[in-house]
């Protein structure tokens, strides 16, 4: 076989240079073809190709990646300003003055004062029961603590929908291996009914889980949206 | 093992840019399309060659990003469906052009043009480096096929089953296609060869 070079120079291309170019795509993809080099090593024109390839192939690898013009940003920013993903500081300045006109006010003072009645009126039935669990602490856990927890999840689970994602994980995760604790100090207690230290962990756990809802509600009626 | 903490705290730093951006914070916005900017754009402009195509791929697949940024949800690093999405808005752009070649299962007879093989006194191996200007020349020189399997296998670092799957063709499709890409390529540099694009170092 006989193949002709540029220049005119002609290249014999022997029954192993022919090998060497049936091995050389597995050869530069890692594979075991010891032949390859063997071979580029005593024909200088399948040598030159190896050096070659395995050239581009380093230079590639190595590219360094581009600048986009600052255009590429404006545009993107301008988008998202028109389609509302983000706000220019103008556009917020507009909402804060559409805010404060007599009826949006108004509208929005009825919902707020609402959101916070009923939340302050949970808060307020957790916070006098975690006073009295103080005093009670050695004793039990108090069933009105239980109640006011419950409710509270009930209200989170009711309104974390609302709640940006990611923060909503997160609370959810911390109520799911608080919820976690409970049950294992509940299940102590079910077989040792005397083990003081797993009914401290119980009041605790109880107490932490009041503490989250209790942040996770105000954020709800807050900027957690 | 300093790579373990850095990449911790990018990935740190991501999460806490994107969940501001799921809020609407334009400064996160910013900062996320700083980090990612030069790695999507020279993505584009890759797979393209063409800069006017590459600024309108980048700007198609940040928007992309950012309308659907409230649905990451941090199964994957952030950076890797970014890159899926930047690869899928290229791919979907090359397709709509008619650039039937993207699909290497597809047979193109353009492609299949034989890889010449010269040898002579004045056609020597391509010396030692290849400065990045003429590799990115040459590489946007490439059939849009051969230069996608390419950028991604080479440039961008992806297996043969991962561009497999992306460019929808077996992994031994993938594999002779990125060797006849390497030889055009070669080949594309030995043409555009001059004594001031190659360094001797």
Redesign the interface.
Known sequence: MQEQGGNGAAHWASAACRDFDAQLSDYLEGGDRSAVAMHAAECAFCGTILSDLLLVRSASTELEEDEPPARVWANVRATLVAEGLIRSPRERRRWVEWLLSPIPAAAVTAFVLLSVFTTRNLLHRYHQLAAQKVVRLAVDVDPGLQQSVSEMEAAFRAHSAHLNPTIKRAYEEDLESLNGEIKECHDTLARQPDDNLSREYLVSAYTEKARVLESALELGDGDGR | MASIPSRASKAASD?EL??RA?????EA??AL?EVH??????LC??MTGDTAE??DL??EA??QL??KI?TF?GESAFSTWLHRLVVNVVLMHLRKKGLQQVSLDEPDGSQDEPV???????????L???D?IT??RA?EGLPPGYRAV?VLH??E?YE?NEIAQILDCSVGNS??Q??KA??K??EL??SQRLPASMSGS
């Open positions: 999460a994107i969940a799921q809020r609407g914070d334009e916005f910013a399309f900017k030069r790695r999507v754009y020279s402009l890759r590459a600024e980048a700007q940040f928007l950012f309308r409230g949800r010449k093989r010269e040898y002579g006194d004045d056609d020597k191996r391509l030692h480096s290849i990045r590799l990115s590489i390419l080479d440039v670092g043969h594999k002779s990125l060797h390497r030889l390529l070669r540099l030995r």
